[in-house]
C-alpha cells in the first residue's frame, strides 16, 4: 500500500514552469527604458530584486563601449513589464588587465560623491602611470582626485555623472587636474556604486538623447564649415579672374600704345 501512495504522489506533482509567466525588464528612464531582457516567475512580488547587467553597447549600439557594463536592479512591476533602477557600472577584467603593465604603478582610488539630485555614489577610479612613482606622488594624486570629483560631480545629476563616465570626460578632465603631479597614462573610472538613491526629474534627458543632440550639433558644425570653405574659394576665383582680367587690359592698353608710336615711314 506503501508503494501505491508513493506512486500516486508523484503523478500528482505539477510542472512549475507551466504557472510561470514572463516578465520584460526595461532599463530606467536614464536609458530611455531600453528593454534588456525577460524574466520567468510564477509571483509578481519575487521579481522585485533581482539584478540585470548589460554592456554599454547594448543599450546605446557604440561598439566601442563593450567594456563597460551597467547594472540594474528591478523596483517596480507593472503587469508584465518589470521597471529597474541603475545600480552602478563596472569595467570588465579583461579590458582592466590590458592596461595594466610592467613597470607602471597601479593606483586605485575609492571617493564617495552626492550629486545634484540627491544620489550618493561611491567611485571607484583607477590610474596607471606611464612610469614606477613613489609613495609621496600617489598620495599627492589621490587627494587632487577627491577635490575634483567633489566640484565637478556635485553640479551634475546622476544622467548627467553616468554620460561623463561612458563618454570619457571625467576621467579627461581628472588626468588634466592630475598631470601637475606627474603625466597620467591612463585613468578608468573603473566601478560605481549607488549607495542611497536620490529625486531624479521626470523631465531630464536620458543619457542616448545627450548623445544624439551632441551628434548633431557636431553635424551642424561640420556642415556649417563646408559651406564657409566653398564661399572663400569662390571670393578667390573672383580676386584671380579680376587679376587676370586686370592683367589683359594691362597688356591689350601696351599694345595700342605701341601701335600709336610707331610712325610710317614716308616714301
Not at 215 to 233: R, V
Request: aromatic share 4%; glycine share 4%; charged share 35%.
Amino acid at each position: 500500500m506503501a508503494v501505491k501512495k508513493g506512486k500516486a504522489a508523484a503523478r500528482k506533482v505539477k510542472d512549475k514552469w507551466k504557472a510561470k509567466e514572463w516578465y520584460k525588464i526595461y532599463a530606467p528612464r536614464m536609458f530611455n527604458q531600453v528593454e534588456l531582457g525577460e524574466t520567468p516567475s510564477s509571483d509578481p512580488s519575487s521579481i522585485m530584486g533581482r539584478q540585470a547587467e548589460v554592456t554599454v553597447h547594448e543599450l546605446t549600439g557604440d561598439f566601442s563601449k563593450m567594456h563597460i557594463k551597467i547594472r540594474f536592479r528591478v523596483d517596480e512591476v507593472k503587469g508584465l513589464e518589470a521597471h529597474t533602477v541603475f545600480t552602478g557600472h563596472e569595467l570588465t577584467s579583461d579590458y582592466v588587465r590590458r592596461l595594466t603593465r610592467r613597470k607602471r604603478t597601479k593606483t586605485d582610488h575609492v571617493i564617495d560623491v552626492r550629486t545634484k539630485d540627491g544620489y550618493l555614489i561611491r567611485l571607484k577610479p583607477m590610474s596607471i602611470t606611464e612610469q614606477r612613482i613613489q609613495a609621496a606622488q600617489e598620495t599627492a594624486i589621490r587627494g587632487l582626485m577627491y577635490s575634483s570629483l567633489q566640484s565637478s560631480v556635485t553640479d551634475m545629476t546622476v544622467s548627467e555623472l553616468v554620460k561623463s563616465i561612458i563618454s570619457g570626460e571625467l576621467t579627461r578632465d581628472l588626468s588634466n587636474a592630475c598631470k601637475v603631479i606627474i603625466p597620467i597614462k591612463r585613468i578608468e573610472i573603473r566601478r560605481s556604486e549607488v549607495l542611497e538613491a536620490g529625486t531624479p526629474s521626470a523631465e531630464e534627458l536620458s543619457i542616448q538623447e545627450r548623445f544624439g543632440q551632441e551628434a548633431a550639433a557636431a553635424a551642424a558644425e561640420a556642415a556649417s564649415e563646408e559651406d564657409e570653405e566653398p564661399e572663400e574659394e569662390v571670393e578667390e576665383e573672383v580676386e584671380e579672374e579680376s587679376e587676370e582680367d586686370t592683367s589683359e587690359d594691362e597688356a591689350s592698353e601696351d599694345e595700342a600704345s605701341e601701335e600709336e608710336e610707331v610712325v610710317p615711314e614716308e616714301e
